[in-house]
């Protein structure tokens, strides 16, 4: 089982659409959550990080459910620019390792 | 803004010959990570240093792969011999401190292709 589990999709969505993607977790003792975002054939850049308190950032919301080891994140109102491939990402331990899930392909369509 | 650099971006090579990539940090940032990501999964570390020295090499194919940090600042990353398993995209990233609540900022990575 891998430790960070994601939908690959992809996710099709016609623009000013809603989408939301889920991300399970393995290890418990995980210490920090991100979503990063990954355009094709470039570097992953941070989206956001994911607090225990739901976090919001314009369009993005991302929730972590500690207890059932989930993090979601939704977008709102989706723009042609939002195609991209989505990453969960935990960070399990004070020596910074990040471990990513598969990532999630979005494209908004016209 | 300060950015992750890395060379080359693009490198076909042939299967048993060597090649290396370089990466400069962010100045002032004291720990870099080599990921290599293949085609549709997510980056995974293949080692992480703290100033010059290895913290984490665990997922490094210590047979043919190797890393250096001798300064603390910049960064290569080898691989001899190479096999065609090993096309993929290597990312280097670097951060202040390992820890929270640092963010880890990636370069451009470099694209290898063996053939």
């Known amino acids: 089982r891998k430790e960070v589990e994601q939908d690959p999709g992809p996710f099709n969505v016609p623009e000013g659409a809603t989408v939301a993607f889920n991300c399970t977790y393995s290890n418990s003792a995980s210490q920090s959550f991100f979503w990063y975002r990954q355009d094709c054939r470039k570097e992953p850049k941070l989206l956001m990080s994911?607090?225990?308190s739901g976090n919001e950032d314009g369009r993005f919301t991302a929730q972590l459910n500690r207890a059932s080891q989930y993090i979601s994140l939704l977008i709102r109102d989706s723009k042609l620019s939002d195609s991209a491939t989505y990453l969960c990402v935990v960070r399990s331990s004070n020596t910074g390792k990040l471990i990513f899930g598969q990532g999630t392909t979005l494209q908004v369509k016209p | 803004e300060a950015e992750v650099a890395q060379s080359p971006r693009y490198k076909i090579t042939e299967k048993s010959q060597a090649v290396a990539f370089w990466c400069d940090p962010i100045?002032?940032?004291?720990?870099l990570y080599w990921y290599r990501q293949i085609l549709g999964q997510g980056p995974e570390l293949l080692v992480q240093?703290?100033?010059?020295?290895?913290?984490?090499d665990s997922q490094l194919p210590k047979d043919r792969f190797s890393a250096e940090r001798l300064k603390g600042v910049d960064s290569t990353l080898k691989i001899q011999p190479a096999e065609l398993g090993d096309s993929a995209m290597y990312l280097c990233?670097?951060?202040?401190?390992?820890?929270?609540?640092?963010?880890?900022?990636f370069g451009p990575g470099t694209r290898l292709l063996v053939l």
């Open positions: 100045s002032g940032h004291a720990t």
């Open positions: 240093f703290q100033d010059e020295s290895v913290v984490d």
């Open positions: 990233a670097s951060s202040l401190s390992p820890g929270p609540p640092e963010t880890q900022y």
């Open positions: 994911v607090y225990s």
